[in-house]
């Protein structure tokens, strides 16, 4: 049987319908009136920022806001603990003592002695005696018979340092051939006398 027998006006219209349909959505997706879509034929997400051009995106971009205040610096944080100090090399054994100088030469002191604080002498050359006299506090210190006093200048110096400040007076006149020794303790401000080991050298 041919095609044009089995035929209806149902089944032309139904095929001639198809044609429309898919002429017209062809045409819909070629060829679309300026100004014919709108908000309501976009779906929801259908816009990716991909598909957004650069002057799009530079208008959604708002300015940028004010620098918020700077926080306070944080607390400085504890010390660390100071390390363990390390090993103490050992000590050097003492140097080799060394050899003794030669003497001297013979002094060329006329006399010279060391006297002790209550009196008496220590060591002596050309010097006789040494004594104390309480009630003038004072020394007498005597020389030996050929040295005359007129023709000597002794020099005294008192036993001492920087915390028991001393000083001493030689006088003349302890007998013809003695002198007259007086300290003084200067610590206190005013001189006072005392009692004090010292030496007198005669040149």
């Given at each position: 049987?041919?095609?044009?027998?089995r035929?209806?006006?149902?089944?032309?219209?139904?095929?001639?319908?198809?044609?429309?349909?898919?002429?017209?959505?062809?045409?819909?997706?070629?060829?679309?009136?300026?100004?014919s879509?709108?908000?309501?034929?976009?779906?929801?997400?259908?816009?990716?920022?991909?598909?957004?051009?650069?002057?799009?995106k530079?208008?959604?971009?708002?300015p940028?806001?004010?620098?918020?205040?700077?926080?306070?610096?944080?607390?400085?944080?504890?010390?660390g603990?100071?390390?363990?100090?390390?090993?103490?090399?050992?000590?050097?054994?003492?140097?080799?003592?060394?050899?003794?100088?030669?003497a001297?030469?013979?002094?060329?002191?006329?006399?010279?002695?060391g006297?002790?604080?209550?009196?008496?002498?220590?060591?002596?050359?050309?010097?006789?005696?040494?004594?104390?006299?309480?009630?003038?506090?004072?020394?007498?210190?005597?020389?030996?018979?050929d040295?005359?006093?007129?023709?000597?200048?002794?020099?005294?110096?008192?036993?001492?340092?920087?915390?028991?400040?001393?000083?001493?007076?030689?006088?003349?006149?302890?007998?013809?051939?003695?002198?007259?020794?007086?300290?003084?303790?200067?610590?206190?401000?005013?001189?006072?006398?005392?009692?004090?080991?010292?030496?007198i050298?005669?040149?």
């Amino acid at each position: 049987m041919r095609l044009l027998d089995r035929l209806t006006y149902a089944n032309v219209m139904a095929t001639v319908a198809v044609f429309i349909a898919l002429g017209g959505v062809g045409y819909a997706a070629t060829r679309l009136p300026r100004n014919s879509v709108g908000t309501k034929q976009i779906k929801k997400a259908a816009v990716t920022p991909a598909k957004l051009s650069r002057a799009a995106k530079s208008t959604l971009a708002g300015p940028a806001g004010p620098e918020g205040p700077r926080g306070t610096a944080g607390a400085q944080g504890p010390r660390g603990a100071t390390g363990p100090q390390g090993p103490r090399g050992p000590q050097g054994s003492p140097g080799d003592k060394g050899e003794r100088g030669p003497a001297g030469d013979p002094g060329t002191a006329r006399a010279w002695a060391g006297v002790e604080a209550d009196g008496g002498l220590v060591a002596a050359k050309g010097f006789s005696s040494a004594v104390w006299r309480p009630a003038d506090e004072d020394y007498c210190v005597r020389l030996e018979p050929d040295l005359k006093v007129a023709r000597t200048a002794p020099t005294v110096t008192p036993q001492g340092g920087l915390n028991e400040p001393r000083f001493a007076v030689v006088e003349p006149g302890c007998g013809t051939d003695g002198y007259y020794v007086t300290v003084f303790d200067a610590i206190r401000g005013a001189p006072t006398r005392t009692k004090a080991s010292f030496s007198i050298l005669v040149p």
